[in-house]
């Protein structure tokens, strides 16, 4: 009975803590993305431009507190797009140290797979906010950072559509639809077995969606809605089973791509 408590108890933790982390991931991105338009809708003056640089770096040439506020921003929305779809997972986690431990606290090393998994989507806004970079400075973006040329905007789709269509894309998602799947062949022991397992669950995350985060740039990196849109359908991928929707998704990808380039030249 008490073991059965303490798993109840397990489980409201791990769907509370991760609702909890989400929502404030949300509520901090949806403040940064509506101070930043509200800066564009009142002006720009300096005393704005500082504000506003703290938000969602605009400016150009960047240098070290820019790059950082990118690299938040990108931390911040990683977060908020792919921490819910990670609950499956998290529950069995927690499950299975419980299981394994009865008189130890399964918290621990839940929470050190869930800094391995965020700890790979951190290096990847690394990555998301030096093409930023590159993209401003060739100012080939929006004030809300999309994509100002038809050539771009259709290579970042045919290319998420071409990736969604290809081995090593099922091979990456079918790690993610199969959570215990994942852990009965990569399960470690101890605070850096969690901390590892984390890591490897991030980067079959990582490699299943990174073609999917480049559409960031096509509907806008700042763009509310096409964000909400992305992580919806980042979760259905991963609670349906079999490779369907991704295919589906990679067509629709690939003819919107080709009708984005034929209609803009």
Aim: aromatic share 10%.
């Amino acid at each position: 009975m008490a073991v059965t408590l303490s798993t109840a108890r397990d489980r409201y933790i791990v769907v509370a803590g991760a609702a909890c982390l989400t929502a404030l991931a949300w509520f901090d991105f949806v403040r940064r993305a509506n101070t930043m338009a509200s800066g564009m809708s009142m002006g720009t003056d300096s005393t704005m431009g500082m504000g506003m640089e703290m938000v969602m770096p605009m400016s150009t040439p960047w240098n070290v507190s820019v790059w950082g506020a990118a690299v938040l921003m990108w931390s911040i929305m990683m977060v908020a797009m792919m921490l819910p779809s990670t609950t499956p997972i998290l529950l069995l986690v927690s499950g299975l140290q419980r299981a394994r431990r009865t008189a130890g606290d399964p918290a621990l090393p839940t929470g050190l797979f869930v800094t391995g998994y965020l700890g790979v989507w951190v290096a990847g806004s690394v990555l998301a906010a030096g093409l930023q970079w590159v993209l401003q400075s060739l100012l080939l973006l929006s004030p809300h950072l999309a994509v100002t040329r038809v050539v771009l905007a259709a290579t970042f789709l045919l290319l998420a559509g071409l990736y969604q269509l290809t081995p090593l894309k099922y091979a990456c998602l079918a790690r993610c639809q199969t959570p215990l799947g994942f852990l009965l062949t990569q399960w470690r022991e101890g605070p850096g077995g969690a901390l590892r397992m984390g890591a490897r669950y991030g980067a079959y995350c990582a490699g299943c969606c990174w073609a999917l985060m480049g559409l960031l740039f096509v509907g806008g990196v700042m763009n509310l809605l096409w964000v909400a849109a992305l992580a919806v359908f980042v979760l259905a991928e991963k609670v349906t089973r079999g490779p369907w929707l991704a295919r589906v998704a990679g067509l629709v990808f690939i003819g919107w791509g080709v009708y984005v380039l034929r209609a803009g030249l």
